[in-house]
């Protein structure tokens, strides 16, 4: 599980030379590979959160059961996904800054490969601290005509 290696046919990545670079990058377009969430992981994820103490808990009796993957559990995979297709070959780091408009349109299972395709609407320049990179994210689910989440997704890139 993870991300899935065996066709990366469709993988669309964005990138620059140097960080300064990052004007460039507005109105491309990024597809991340299809990634499949981890049994173990989403247990750690529920642990670490404390939603497996939660006291109204998702089960076999209600219309979700219990391979749901919890929305800020996907909001917390878009930088991990998002590495995977926007980066830049200088040195950098991209901090998370934040994420707008998220909405969480469709259940994920942990069994629902599910990608992130979307746009980069907006790179803003913050003088020394960089460069703010503002994406547009849709997390798509394999076999699904409708998404899982859509979200803005802000990265502020620095040097390292």
């Not at 991300?3 to 507005?26: G, K, N, W």
């Not at 299809?34 to 939660?54: C, I, N, P, V």
């Not at 009796?61 to 200088?90: C, Q, T």
């Given at each position: 599980?993870?991300?899935q290696?065996a ?8 990138s620059?030379?140097h ?15 299809w ?6 992981r989403?247990?750690?994820f529920g642990?670490?959160t404390?939603?497996?103490s939660?006291?109204?808990r ?6 979700y059961?219990d391979?749901?993957v919890?929305?800020f559990h996907l909001?917390?995979?878009l ?10 070959e ?7 800054y934040?994420?707008?408009h998220a909405r ?5 299972r ?8 979307g ?5 803003v320049?913050?003088?020394e ?11 798509e ?9 859509v ?6 890139w620095?040097?390292?």
């Amino acid at each position: 599980m993870g991300i899935q290696t065996a066709d990366l046919s469709e993988v669309r990545t964005v990138s620059v030379a140097h960080p300064s670079e990052a004007p460039s990058l507005l109105g491309r377009e990024f597809v991340t590979p299809w990634f499949t969430m981890d049994d173990d992981r989403a247990e750690m994820f529920g642990k670490g959160t404390y939603l497996d103490s939660y006291p109204h808990r998702y089960g076999a009796d209600d219309a979700y059961g219990d391979d749901l993957v919890e929305g800020f559990h996907l909001l917390g995979m878009l930088d991990f996904l998002l590495n995977h297709s926007i980066w830049s070959e200088g040195p950098w780091i991209a901090w998370n800054y934040g994420v707008d408009h998220a909405r969480f349109v469709s259940v994920i299972r942990r069994s629902d490969p599910f990608r992130l395709t979307g746009t980069i609407v907006d790179v803003v320049d913050r003088g020394e601290q960089g460069h703010l990179v503002v994406a547009d994210v849709v997390g798509e689910v394999q076999g699904r005509e409708k998404p899982g989440f859509v979200a803005t997704s802000r990265a502020l890139w620095t040097t390292a």
